[in-house]
């Protein structure tokens, strides 16, 4: 057996290095003469078009992990602090950058020090910053994070920027530059204005748009509407839906966004659910109840598994009573079982998860794939205090069983 490593590469302003490659190579001699080699390595290609924009939040996060979630009018001692940069979009995109892709990042912040901070820490984490808005006045947004150790929750209390960013903050030619070469436009669905700027003309540009739909918010309707993908939170598609089960409302997304090519719903530790459009018409015979696939799915689950893993149904015709038929297949997908003594802080998993998603789709990674990959993704978030402390690189082992290439075998003439 010989490894080969690469050494670790820092990261720099505006670029991103990947930390470090391994790879295995196996020699195994046979009686018939014939030298068989596998050879694998811990990363896969990086995707060729590795170019995303997204636009949403950005903000410095003031984290204070306590042993309990304090009552009214207590006076209670921190266990550990951490100021650190936050925003659904500003850690959706680190995740991203340190997977392996180049992201681009519409946002706002005011030139004080914490915008200064929040530039400056998404530029060493390889996010193109430059097209970011910085006001001369106001203020940049923050959060304050309340991390509960004992029932490993966190509370958020946010203060939006002032003033806010509007369309008439990106010139056309800066639009345009954002958009030029990119595989995916991403929004969080904040900035809804910007944002619906932005995705128009990624739409004219038949550029593919994700949306976060964490919940319900002015203008997510016209975002969703030029959407190819979502990944919701697990009370947003009942939320918006009003159908009466998780699985009845992705199918109620898709017959009312035709664009929409798969809706993702997170569900915490209880793993993820994916409906994917079908592209080929499926016969009229093959019909299944949504909601009884989905049980059927859950009890296929192997709860002795630890690492994340995916159960995918046929593609099919998946009804839901009072709702409609779409074609197209169910998958469900795990968490991956974080030991308790591992378990720090869930702040920014869902965006991790995204991060992962952006990934996925750039390297047009199958769904059975995507889905425990971008679960691992989450799960290494978790692991210490703060939204990106934890965040893995491409070349994290415990991304491998996600990213190992095919095994190839090779045969010659013993000489």
């Not at 060729?48 to 410095?60: A, D």
């Not at 719903?265 to 019909?287: K, N, Q, Y």
Request: glycine share 6%.
């Amino acid at each position: 057996m010989v490894q080969v490593w690469t050494l670790p590469s820092a990261t720099s302003r505006h670029s991103w290095m990947l930390r470090h490659c391994v790879i295995t190579i196996n020699y195994t001699s046979s009686s018939s003469g014939s030298v068989k080699m596998s050879s694998s390595d811990s990363l896969p290609p990086l995707p060729e078009h590795r170019i995303i924009l997204g636009c949403g939040g950005v903000s410095v996060d003031f984290l204070a992990a306590v042993a309990s979630y304090p009552k009214p009018d207590d006076k209670i001692r921190s266990t550990s602090l951490k100021v650190q940069g936050g925003g659904n979009a500003g850690n959706a995109l680190t995740c991203a950058a340190r997977l392996g892709l180049r992201p681009r990042l519409i946002a706002k912040v005011a030139d004080d020090s914490q915008g200064r901070s929040i530039l400056e820490e998404l530029e060493s984490d390889g996010v193109d910053t430059s097209f970011l808005v910085v006001s001369k006045e106001g203020n940049s947004p923050f959060t304050y994070v309340i991390v509960d150790n004992q029932t490993k929750t966190r509370t958020c209390i946010h203060t939006p920027g002032d003033p806010p960013m509007v369309p008439n903050d990106l010139p056309q030619s800066s639009l345009l530059s954002a958009l030029e070469g990119a595989r995916i436009f991403y929004s969080d669905g904040r900035l809804p204005e910007t944002a619906l700027l932005i995705a128009q003309e990624a739409f004219r540009k038949d550029i593919p748009i994700l949306i976060d739909a964490e919940r319900t918010r002015e203008g997510l309707d016209d975002l969703l509407n030029l959407a190819s993908y979502a990944v919701c939170s697990a009370k947003f598609p009942q939320a918006w839906t009003e159908a009466p089960t998780i699985a009845s409302a992705l199918v109620s997304i898709l017959l009312r966004l035709p664009k929409m090519k798969f809706v993702v719903v997170t569900l915490g530790e209880d793993g993820c659910l994916m409906l994917e459009r079908s592209i080929e018409e499926v016969p009229a015979s093959e019909e299944r109840d949504v909601d009884s696939l989905f049980e059927t799915l859950k009890q296929k689950r192997d709860d002795s598994t630890a690492i994340p893993t995916c159960i995918p149904s046929n593609f099919t015709k998946l009804s839901a009573s009072g709702i409609g038929t779409v074609s197209g297949r169910l998958l469900v997908g795990t968490a991956e079982k974080i030991p308790p003594t591992e378990l720090i802080d869930t702040t920014g998993a869902g965006d991790a998860f995204i991060g992962a998603v952006l990934f996925a789709i750039c390297s047009e990674m199958p769904a059975e794939k995507m889905l425990p990959f971008a679960a691992q993704v989450a799960a290494a978030g978790c692991r210490a205090l703060g939204a990106r402390t934890s965040l893995p690189f491409l070349s994290d082992p415990r991304l491998a069983p996600f990213t190992l290439r095919i095994t190839k075998t090779v045969s010659s003439a013993q000489p």
